[in-house]
């Protein structure tokens, strides 16, 4: 056949080899048709607009606002209220969570170093006429050989009930209800009143006052009193 009588000719073979390799180095220059080249690599004002996904460290979290003092613990236009308000002008630091959980933890400090006569913690937390009024009866235990047993269990509920702002003294009384282990015993051991054994509730009402014009911010025991 043709087709097989060419390719059975040495030198046809290398003419043709000659001639399909000169095709094909025109075909990669001209071969090529409109529309089947590559799209060209996007430029860079053409790649569409760029996405930054962003970390939660770049972002800014928006201020809260400032919670009314009287928020949580009396009506808006209550005395309460208002006494509030008016120790928040006087001290624009007063911020009524952090004085109520302070004063739940010194109700705690005070009712532990009064049973154990502990002036030196008592000191700092008390103002000087109820430390007096502390002093004269850990100095009567002490002189009738009393001893007091305490094991304070814990706060049930701390309320504040009312306030009030005049001239420099601000008060705030704070009603606590905390369960207790106590006991008074006598000089051979007795139990003059309470019971080690048994826990109780006990409800007081106490006063915390401040002297707003002084720098020290510090609330102190000025009263105490049953709370029924």
């Known amino acids: 056949m043709m087709f097989m009588a060419i390719f059975a000719d040495p030198l046809n073979i290398m003419i043709f080899a000659v001639a399909a390799i000169a095709a094909f180095k025109l075909w990669q220059v001209l071969g090529r048709l409109p529309g089947d080249e590559p799209p060209p690599p996007p430029q860079p004002d053409e790649a569409g607009p760029v996405r930054i996904e962003p970390k939660p460290s770049d972002l800014v ?19 309460l209220a208002l006494a509030l308000l008016a120790i928040a002008a006087r001290d624009s630091a007063f911020n009524t969570d ?4 302070g004063a739940k933890l010194a109700h705690e400090r005070i009712l532990e170093a009064f049973a154990r006569g502990d002036l030196a913690s008592l000191r700092p937390l008390l103002t000087p006429a109820t430390l007096k009024t502390f002093e004269t009866e850990i100095a009567r235990r002490t002189a009738a050989g009393e001893s007091a047993s305490f ?6 509920s701390a309320g504040l009930r009312q306030a009030r702002c005049s001239g420099n003294l601000a008060e705030l009384d704070i009603a606590f209800a905390s369960d207790v282990v ?8 007795e139990t003059l009143s309470g019971d080690e054994k048994r826990v109780v509730t006990v409800r007081e009402l106490w006063t915390f006052a401040r002297d707003l014009s002084l720098p020290d911010r510090a609330w102190l ?7 029924a």
Do not use: H, M, R
Request: aromatic letters at 6%.
């Open 221 to 227: 025991l000025a009263e105490t009193q049953d709370d």
């Open 61 to 79: 979290l928006e201020s809260q606002p400032v919670k009314p003092v009287w928020q949580g613990y009396a009506p808006e236009g209550s005395d």
């Open 151 to 156: 094991n304070f269990v814990g706060i049930k």
């Open 98 to 101: 952090e004085v109520v959980a």
């Open 182 to 189: 106590s006991a008074l015993k006598g000089k051979s051991g």
